[in-house]
């Protein structure tokens, strides 16, 4: 049996103004062939759960790809061509089965369905191949990504901690199904909700109830039943909520868990929203806690729904109501890196940091911040993920600073990166749970390896292109009417 297994992934920021090459799906683009097995074998991902599927099968395993960008901006054109070739290449030789871990929000230059584009060419290419798929919780599902798989399962958790379970449960389903144990069949549907991020994390309420509801039904009725909070920042029709259910051989019983499971979230929709408070509270209210780590999450500006990473108006107002003790995790300014290797560790130095790219899909040119302080720490931005998150994972921050201002340590890297580990201060010798505030660019995912050591959380507003200001965005493909955008919208 032989089983090709691949990754291919990226949340695409439609409003982003960060592109997307192929440099980007990977430390100097992506892992091809033996390169992508060694990579991710062994790391808690969907492809290294297939790995483990297909090698405890005995299996020939090929892995023509494994291509993982931070979010960013549309797909460039050769990139897409030259990850989906390499998948489809290999399919065309031969094989039994597919296994892809994909994420399911990708927008490429060439089309608005990247996941569903790849798969229907696999179908085309091998019609009737068993398919499976694992998907990200922020996958925008669409009827050509159902139609062209076998079983598709996404991840139940935000900050993303299952992914490897995902991965297992799809893949275990489609190997059922080779041999002739089940007879997969699915139903998906979506409702006009573009629910916010940050009222996605599954330990909050509504995610929480309706991952439960997920739970319950794949114990009793279904094969698997995944409810997709969606990505509202890829601007097309599919955007926003949606849910697929796998069932053995039961039609009917795969459309009546789906709409259960949706008409849920559709009672649900206004606790998809996010409210937030002006930033010169959120700041003036972390000034007054007592105990630290406080933690000051720049929500706006997250790289891993394709922010540039250097908007600097929430540490603009942290400095301008005095905080002390600050860690920034991290700005990323290769300019500013570049500055300071120059410079050497010891001399001080006063630069602009941050702000050097224009947001023009909100209206606002970059706004760099001038700060001095003195070079601590350089790196090569390099660590092992040890927390929950991609556990085992290989990242690269690229050339990498720490700036400090005596009262604020900045972490300045070359490469996007969220901080969802706390190696991203650990790999340049500042200890976390010693910092009384730790400002970090992230929205949920910070949660996994910061919340286990964080006494008090503080959201704050900044600017940038992953806003929850949703009135910001000039919102042109996505399905009307749709919640929050009109006024008035029902099912
Ligand atoms: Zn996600």
Redesign the pocket.
Known sequence: MKLVIAMMKH?TNTFSPVPTPLGRFGPSGPYFGKAAYEAFKGTGTPMAAFIDLAGAEGADIVTPVAAEAYPSGVVHRDAYQRITDAICEEVAKGCDAVMLDL?G?MVAETTDDGEGTLLERIRGLAPGIPIAVAL????NLTDRMVRNCTAMVG?KT?P?VDMYDAGRHAGAIVLRAMKGEARPVMAWGNRPVLAQ?LRMGTSDSPMKELVAAARAAERRECLAATVF?G?PLADIPEAGVSCVVVTDGDDEGARFVRDRLLNAAWEHRTDFQYRSEPLADSIARAKALAEGPVLLIDHADNC?SGGTQDTMTVVAEVMRQGLTDVAVGAICDPEAVERMIGAGVGARVTLPLGGKVDLPSIGRKGSPLTVTGTVRVLSDGEFTVRGPMYTGVRTFLGHTAVLDTGAVEFVVVSRHHEPWDLGVFRSVGIEPTAKRYLLLKSRI?YRAGFLPIAKHIVECAGEGVTSSDMKLFQFRKVRRPIVPLDASVSV
């Open positions: 949340e994420h929000a990200d919780l922020h996958t991840y935000y993303h991020t909070g990505f891993a995912h």
